[in-house]
C-alpha cells in the first residue's frame, strides 16, 4: 500500500495547458501499465518524470502522441483530442511535439547542420525532402546552432562530435519543428554528469524562453531539483508525487522510491 505523502499529487487544471492528461490508462497484453494518470503541464513548464524503470516513464511519453495505444481516460495535447484524432490530424500533431532521446538519433553522417535542418521537414513540405532547404531555413537551423553554441560545429558530420554536441544538436533540431511540446526521454542518461547538467540547463532555458513546455524523464533526482519546475513521480503505473521540484525532500523520494531507495540521498547532490 502506497502511503500518501502530504504534497503528493496536487491536479492542476491550467485554463492554457499544452498538455492535460486525465484518468489516462495504458493496457498491453491485458497487462496495465498505466493506470490512471493525470497530468497539466502549462506553456514553459519544465516538468521532470521519475519513477523506477519500469513505472511508466516512456508508455506516458508515448501515449501523448498516440505511439502507445490509449485504453481509457483523456488526452489532450495542444488542443487536440488526441484518441480521437485521424491520421492526417495525429501527424499533424506529431509535426508539433519534438523529441529528445537517450540516445540521441541523429543521422551519423550528416552534418550538424542538416540533422537541424530535418526537424523541419514536416513543415518544409516535398522540396525539402530531396534537399533543397530554403535561405530562411538555413538561416533559422545556424540561429539555433549558434543558441546551443555549436555554430563553428555546423558543417561537422554528426558521428564526428561528443555526446554533449549531439545532444545539443538533437535539441536544436527539435526545435527548428517549432514544437508546441518536447518531449525528452532520459536526455542525459548516456552523458557524464557535468555534460548531463550542461545539456539540462541548456533544455530548461530554451524551453522558458521560447515558452515550449518540456517534460523530461529523469533517473537523478538532484538534476531534477536543480533544472525542473516540477516533479512528478510515477510509481507502478500511479503518479504518487506531483510537486514543485525544489520540494523533491527524503519524504517524496522514498514515495517515488520506495523505503529502500538510494536515490535522492546527499552524496547523490553532485553534479
Ligand atoms: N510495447 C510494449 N508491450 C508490452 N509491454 C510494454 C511495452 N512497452 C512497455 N511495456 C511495459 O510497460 C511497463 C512500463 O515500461 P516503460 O514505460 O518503458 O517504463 P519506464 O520508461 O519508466 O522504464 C514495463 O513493465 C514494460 O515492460
Ligand atoms: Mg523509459
Known amino acids: 500500500m502506497i502511503q500518501t505523502h502530504p504534497r503528493a499529487v496536487t491536479p492542476r487544471r491550467a485554463a492554457d495547458s499544452v498538455l492535460d492528461v486525465s484518468g489516462l490508462t495504458v493496457v498491453y497484453d491485458s497487462d496495465p501499465v498505466l493506470k490512471g494518470v493525470d497530468l497539466t503541464v502549462a506553456p514553459g513548464e519544465v516538468v521532470a518524470l521519475l519513477g523506477h524503470s519500469g513505472s511508466g516513464k516512456s508508455t506516458l511519453m508515448k501515449a501523448l502522441t498516440r505511439t502507445a495505444p490509449l485504453t ?7 488542443g487536440r483530442d488526441v484518441a480521437s484524432l485521424g491520421a492526417g490530424d495525429l501527424r499533424s500533431l506529431r509535426a508539433d511535439v519534438g523529441h529528445v532521446f537517450q540516445n540521441f538519433h541523429l543521422v ?3 552534418s550538424a547542420l542538416a540533422n537541424v535542418l530535418t ?21 533559422r537551423a545556424l540561429e539555433l546552432l549558434e543558441r546551443v553554441d555549436l555554430l563553428a560545429q555546423a558543417c561537422q ?18 526545435l527548428m519543428q517549432d514544437p508546441r511540446l518536447i518531449l525528452a526521454d532520459e536526455p542525459v542518461a548516456s552523458l557524464d554528469p557535468r555534460l548531463a547538467g550542461n545539456v539540462l540547463g541548456l533544455l530548461s532555458e530554451l524551453a522558458r524562453e521560447r515558452s515550449v513546455p518540456v517534460l523530461v524523464s529523469l533517473h537523478v533526482v538532484a538534476l531534477a531539483r536543480r533544472h525542473t519546475d516540477r516533479a512528478v513521480g510515477l510509481r507502478d503505473g500511479r503518479v504518487v508525487v506531483d510537486i514543485p521540484s ?26
Open 246 to 271: 525544489a520540494g523533491l525532500d527524503r519524504v517524496a523520494v522514498r514515495e517515488i522510491y520506495g523505503a529502500d531507495t538510494e536515490f535522492g540521498t546527499d552524496d547523490e547532490e553532485t553534479p
Open 108 to 110: 551519423p553522417r550528416l
Open 119 to 139: 526537424g523541419g521537414l514536416y513543415a518544409a513540405g516535398p522540396a525539402s525532402r530531396i534537399g533543397l532547404f530554403s535561405r530562411a531555413q538555413r538561416t
Open 157 to 174: 558530420q554528426a558521428r564526428t562530435l561528443s555526446g554533449g554536441q549531439q545532444q545539443r544538436v538533437a535539441i536544436a533540431r527539435a
Open 72 to 78: 481509457s481516460g483523456q488526452v489532450r495535447v495542444a
